[in-house]
């Protein structure tokens, strides 16, 4: 069974453009989240989606989006990139919310 | 709100010689407590879930358990390929139920 995964593998940015990274997750899992993993914060939840419905946000800025498509894909966006958005952005998919959730191997994102 | 907090932050042990990482939690509601290795440049990789207080789970050389506030993950006579970043993850049922709240992680390193 292919696990969760994420395309592009590596980017790199300068301030002010705009990024979209994608996911795709374990085949019947409906259930997908984002995560931005920095050495000083760790590991910070963005969102998460369940049948294209975003049903939580973390606490980031509006800059940060996404979204499901109807086969479980998912998206996110950042626009006017900064530089403290360099980091690795990791998916995970889970079949519901209460089961363990898989990740994805991240796309690490540079921003100059 | 959510909170985890892992101990130690690093940890160096000889080949054979066992030793725990702690994992300390405040949660509204435990749905479950997530571990998970994470190797350099790559995704976390899921270990165990534990559900309630008394559980234990077990793989390999690992044996994780759990207590109202804590979680203990024992490690028995390491190898040099055990060495990794071990996080620790809660899932609460309040506010933001679908999401997980991870520790900052404990690095492990087994020397030869």
């Known amino acids: 069974k292919a696990g969760v995964t994420q395309t592009p593998r590596y980017l790199i940015k300068t301030r002010g453009q705009q990024v979209t990274l994608s996911c795709s997750p374990i085949?019947?899992?409906?259930?997908v989240s984002w995560y931005q993993q920095t050495p000083g914060q760790g590991l910070q939840f963005l969102f998460e989606?369940?049948?294209?419905?975003?049903?939580n946000k973390g606490n980031f800025p509006g800059r940060f989006s996404g979204r499901q498509f109807s086969n479980s894909r998912s998206e996110m966006n950042v626009s006017t990139l900064e530089l403290g958005d360099s980091a690795l952005y990791l998916c995970a998919s889970s079949l519901n919310t209460n089961n363990e959730q898989f990740f994805g191997p991240g796309t690490r994102l540079t921003v100059l | 709100e959510d909170q985890v907090t892992q101990s130690p932050e690093a940890l160096r042990l000889q080949e054979g010689e066992s030793s725990s990482l702690n994992c300390s939690y405040t949660v509204s509601g435990l749905r479950g407590l997530f571990w998970y290795r994470q190797d350099p440049g790559k995704g976390p990789e899921f270990l165990f879930t534990l559900y309630s207080a008394g559980e234990e789970k077990e793989k390999e050389r690992l044996k994780a358990t759990l207590t109202k506030k804590e979680s203990f993950l024992h490690i028995t006579a390491p190898k040099p390929e055990d060495s990794a970043t071990y996080l620790c993850?809660?899932?609460?049922?309040?506010?933001?139920?679908?999401?997980?709240?991870f520790g900052k992680g404990t690095k492990l390193s087994v020397i030869p």
């Open positions: 085949s019947g899992h409906r259930s």
């Open positions: 989606y369940f049948s294209e419905t975003q049903r």
């Open positions: 993850a809660v899932q609460g049922s309040g506010a933001g139920s679908y999401q997980l709240t």
